[in-house]
């Protein structure tokens, strides 16, 4: 009996008998990666963590990277270059951990020519300097992929720099107004106390001069922001809500500065540089969203970055972009066909789960088209293009219009109420005048900024953006990643809820098996196992998670394995030959049967025994969701997939439900476009490329995705898989936010209606409104705050409920 | 109090230049990565290359 062992470096269990300096390994891969990290002394990385390691794939084509050399390429990807150093940035979405860490900043023990390495943990980059007379950037993305950590590079991700330094901006803003905000506070604190004579000669005149240079920053450079969005308001000819508040804000200022320019009075400048200061951090606030994730990405991002192309027998390495139409290209196993294009040599085995859902491979001859999307399996291909990568099927849905245009997001129904509230306010204002200039003309203008000082609608933005700021962090605490809080309010008004199915409400984690045939015995279905743990392939792999570790331990080993790719494994032990694969691999006298789903034949010693039928497992905690949703959404589903679990699905969703198979990507489009037009809110759940169309045209658009490493297409949010049953949740938490934030305005409305009555009296003073200002801002804030924690407990007792 | 007026510049130039570190340290990068610094300090120098050719960006 032996025992068993995880694999030292990722965890896994071994089966075969891998050893170096006594620790068990599940592959060669991962010994490899072992010793080389042992040769350099960096075995520190296992005393991190238990198993660090990112299973070794074994995979590892020598050509993969080969676009790296290509200058145009380079000069790209990387930041900084000169003739003896390179700095350069990778995304590595497989740091999970401190040994990654150490792993990665120590890569210039492995490698002379890196001259230093650092790893960003919440960005999952690393920033990397070396030295390219001594180690090319392909050897340097080889090396980062050979230890488990394989770089996403996209030339079209380095819009990231660009959000950092508007954050940054932002940053500073508030950091000035703060600073000014606290310092004006500071100084005025003397003549509330005095009641606004100070005796001391000049000075108060000094307090004056010093507050007002303070203002200056806050008025033309904390605030820049609000003016500008307001000025484009204007220019679109809408009112939002910064109109109102620029003009209160300009108004402020103004007279204060009139004010001190002419000894009269010092102003309100604390008050109106502390709403900047208040209404800066809400923003920003909320607008912090989720850096590692990108909601953005385009089919760019999807594709390899350089192919090999063959013309006249001569293989080259380009850039994708400089791929033209007749060119001959080379596809390797597992890589993705860039264009739409004709195959011209080899056995193509095409997945194209990622272009239309559909789970099985399908199989191609020579002189048959292949769209670009799919993924080859097998020996390398020869093609040749008749489309360019960005006229291709796929890719034209992104010649869609509305892939060029920012997404109409619905008006945010808080600039209605601006709308009212300018009105409300310039007719209080103008009454209170006409009021005025017959009893005492000389407090007319007094009163008129007065009340346009003290109803600034600052604390209706407050509440706005405090509370959705809270809500879309309370959303993602339970792992649904909002790109902007927006989207909470679009998410309330949806009607409809449109679902992708493979990838969506089936996960690609656990697949149902079902085995028919002659029972096997505990000897062959550990034989099954141990063949099965050979391959990378998707269904061998979900083969030998569903297998049950027999008790006795496998006791025979393989003498001869060989993989046809696309086909099958032949395994030979000492005294039995297995052949698993599909049904014309593991010669089967089979009965013309007609198979839907994907089903792996296994034949022992030439003996037929039966396939096991893999298909689809649905979410757990699907049929609940769909119960709920369907009380009050109309519920459709569009698969590109066949119809073979139409059945099923109908069970789960009921009659209410419209499904529809063989959907192409455009059709996803139109069909949300069609139920838009007839005056539909739409949510759109979907997980690959072919959604990508129907997820930009939809309200909403959530992207589905097992990993948050993973790519999704462009999308308004991304859920984790495991997420996909609270929906029905997160649905109606956004429905309560409009709530949340009304009490908001209410509070906020009742502040109005003292600090305006004390206005129109010409009772107002700069320390009232010193004392008012803050106060309403902060129970503003909590409010928004409590309302967001109070709702999420509430959906809490009714989740455990039902 | 007179001498008001010195201490009201002082203090505000005390003020500026903690302004100042504060703009300093956002265009830095000090808040760009709050963990990882955190986790680096705690591993061992077991060369001292990093140490000598740390390279300015």
Same mark, same amino acid.
């Given at each position: ?5 995880n ?7 071994c ?6 300096d006594g ?12 010793l080389?990290?042992s040769e350099?002394?960096l ?9 660090p ?25 990387v930041?900084?270059?000169?003739s003896?150093h390179?700095?350069?940035?990778f995304?590595?979405p ?10 990665l900043?120590?890569?210039h023990?492995?490698e002379?020519g890196?001259?230093?390495?650092r ?7 690393i ?11 392909r050897?340097v993305v080889e ?6 950590y394989?770089?996403?590079?996209s ?6 720099a ?7 901006k ?12 606290s310092?004006?506070m ?9 009641k606004?004579?100070?005796?001391q ?10 507050i007002?240079?303070?203002s200056?920053?806050?008025f ?17 000819k809408?009112?939002?809500?910064d ?7 300009f108004i402020?200022?103004?007279?204060s ?19 900047i ?11 912090k969203s ?7 990405r385009k ?5 390899p ?7 006249n ?10 791929l033209?139409?007749d ?10 066909i ?7 040599e080899?056995v ?22 292949l ?6 399996f097998g020996t390398?291909i ?24 920012n ?5 945010s129904f ?5 709308k009212?509230?300018?009105?409300v306010?310039?007719?209080i204002?103008?009454?209170?005048t ?10 007319v ?11 600034c609608?600052?604390s209706?933005?407050l ?8 809500m879309?962090?309370v ?6 990643f909002?790109k902007?809080?927006?989207v909470i309010?679009?998410l ?6 449109v679902?992708?199915?493979?990838g ?9 098996i ?18 099965a743990?050979n391959?990378?392939?998707v269904l ?15 006791s025979?080993?393989?003498?001869e ?11 030979k032990t ?7 694969g ?7 006298d ?5 198979f839907?789903?994907?089903a ?5 010693n030439?003996?037929y025994?039966g396939?096991f039928?893999i ?12 119960a709920?949703?369907n009380k ?11 119809d ?7 069970n789960i969703f ?11 990507p455009?059709g996803k489009?139109d069909?949300v ?16 490329l072919?959604?990508?169309?129907a997820?930009?045209?939809a ?10 490493a993973?790519?999704?297409p ?6 984790d ?23 908001g ?11 305006i009555?004390?206005?129109i ?5 700069p ?17 928004a705050f ?8 509430l ?5 455990s409920?039902? | 109090? *007179?001498?008001?007026?010195?201490i ?6 005390? $003020?500026?230049?903690f +302004?100042?570190a504060?703009?300093? *340290?956002?265009?830095?990068g000090?808040?760009?990565d709050?963990?990882?610094? $955190?986790?680096?300090? +705690?591993?061992e120098?077991?060369d ?9 960006k």
């Amino acid at each position: 009996m032996k025992e068993k062992y995880n694999c030292y470096h990722c965890g896994d269990l071994c089966i075969d008998n891998i050893i170096a300096d006594g620790n068990h390994f599940c592959c060669n891969g991962c010994k490899h990666v072992y010793l080389l990290l042992s040769e350099n002394g960096l075995c520190n990385y296992y005393q991190l963590n238990n198993t660090p390691g990112i299973k070794a794939k074994g995979k590892f084509t020598g050509e993969r990277f080969a676009y790296l050399d290509d200058e145009s390429v380079i000069s790209k990807i990387v930041l900084f270059k000169s003739s003896n150093h390179i700095n350069v940035t990778f995304s590595l979405p497989q740091i999970h951990c401190v040994s990654c860490i150490y792993l990665l900043e120590k890569l210039h023990l492995i490698e002379s020519g890196i001259i230093q390495s650092r790893v960003d943990f919440q960005q999952k980059s690393i920033f990397i300097s070396f030295n390219p007379q001594l180690i090319s950037l392909r050897k340097v993305v080889e090396l980062l992929s050979f230890i488990g950590y394989e770089p996403s590079i996209s030339m079209l991700e380095n819009s990231g720099a660009a959000d950092k330094s508007t954050n940054k901006k932002q940053l500073i803003q508030i950091g000035v107004a703060g600073f000014c905000f606290s310092n004006i506070m500071m100084l005025s604190f003397p003549e509330y106390f005095s009641k606004g004579f100070i005796e001391q000669p000049g000075l108060q005149q000094t307090f004056s001069w010093i507050i007002f240079v303070l203002s200056i920053p806050v008025f033309l450079y904390s605030a820049s922001s609000i003016f500008s969005n307001a000025i484009n308001g204007l220019t679109q000819k809408k009112i939002n809500i910064d109109v109102p508040i620029s003009l209160a804000i300009f108004i402020t200022f103004s007279r204060s500065y009139f004010e001190i320019f002419t000894h009269t009075g010092s102003g309100y400048l604390d008050s109106g540089t502390g709403i900047i200061f208040f209404m800066l951090i809400g923003r920003w606030f909320q607008n912090k969203s989720y850096d590692v994730l990108s909601f953005d990405r385009k089919y760019q991002s999807y594709f390899p970055l350089g192919i090999t192309i063959k013309n006249n027998g001569i293989e080259e390495n380009i850039p994708i972009s400089k791929l033209a139409i007749d060119d001959f290209i080379l596809v390797r196993n597992n890589d993705l066909i860039p264009a739409d294009s004709i195959l011209m040599e080899g056995v193509a085995n095409i997945d194209y789960s990622f272009v239309n859902g559909e789970n099985t491979l399908q199989k191609k001859n020579i002189g048959d088209l292949l769209y670009a999307g799919g993924k080859q399996f097998g020996t390398s291909i020869l093609l040749k293009t008749i489309k360019v990568p960005s006229q291709s099927y796929i890719t034209e849905l992104w010649n869609n219009s509305i892939f060029n245009k920012n997404k109409e997001t619905s008006e945010s129904f808080i600039h209605p109420w601006s709308k009212y509230f300018t009105v409300v306010l310039l007719s209080i204002a103008f009454l209170a005048t006409i009021y005025w200039q017959f009893t005492d003309s000389s407090k007319v203008l007094l009163v008129l900024t007065s009340v346009l000082i003290i109803a600034c609608p600052c604390s209706l933005l407050l509440s706005a953006t405090f509370t959705f700021g809270n809500m879309m962090r309370v959303i993602g605490k339970h792992h649904l990643f909002l790109k902007n809080a927006t989207v909470i309010e679009s998410l309330a008004k949806i009607t409809h809820v449109v679902f992708d199915k493979t990838g969506t409400i089936t996960t690609q984690e656990k697949s149902d098996i079902k085995y028919n045939g002659i029972p096997l015995s505990e000897i062959e279905n550990d034989l099954i196992k141990l063949t099965a743990s050979n391959s990378s392939h998707v269904l061998s792999r979900s083969l030998y998670h569903y297998l049950p570790l027999s008790p006795n331990n496998i006791s025979t080993s393989i003498v001869e394995y060989s993989e046809e790719a696309g086909k099958g494994i032949l395994a030979k032990t000492s005294d039995s030959v297995l052949r698993i694969g599909n049904s014309e691999f593991a010669v089967a006298d089979l009965l013309n049967h007609a198979f839907k789903s994907a089903a792996v034949h296994v034949e022992i010693n030439n003996n037929y025994k039966g396939y096991f039928d893999i298909s689809h497992h649905y979410r757990d905690g699907l049929n609940k969701m769909v119960a709920q949703l369907n009380k009050k959404y109309v519920l459709h589903i569009l698969s590109g997939d066949n119809d073979a679990e139409k059945q099923a699905l109908e069970n789960i969703f009921g009659n209410n439900t419209t499904i529809k198979f063989f959907v192409s990507p455009q059709g996803k489009l139109d069909y949300v476009k069609t139920l838009q037009q007839n005056g539909a809110n739409v949510l759109m759940i979907g997980d690959g490329l072919n959604d990508a169309g129907a997820l930009m045209q939809a309200s909403v658009g959530i992207a589905v995705s097992e990993n948050r490493a993973n790519f999704s297409p462009a999308s308004d949010a991304i859920i984790d898989g495991h997420a996909l049953k609270m929906l029905p949740l997160f649905l109606k938490y956004a429905r309560m936010g409009k709530v949340n934030i009304s009490i908001g305005f209410a509070v906020s409305i009742i502040y109005n209606i003292i600090g305006i009555s004390l206005a129109i009296q010409g009772k107002i003073l700069p320390v009232i409104a010193a004392i008012l200002m803050p106060i309403s801002s902060i129970t503003i804030v909590l409010i928004a705050f409590l309302t967001s924690i109070w709702s999420e407990k509430l959906l809490k007792i009714s989740f455990s409920k039902s | 109090m *007179s001498s008001l007026f010195i201490i009201l510049g002082v203090s505000i130039i005390i $003020s500026i230049s903690f +302004l100042l570190a504060f703009i300093w *340290s956002v265009t830095n990068g000090q808040y760009d990565d709050h963990y990882t610094p $955190s986790v680096r300090i +705690l591993f061992e120098d077991d060369d001292n290359k990093l140490n000598n050719e740390q390279i300015s960006k």
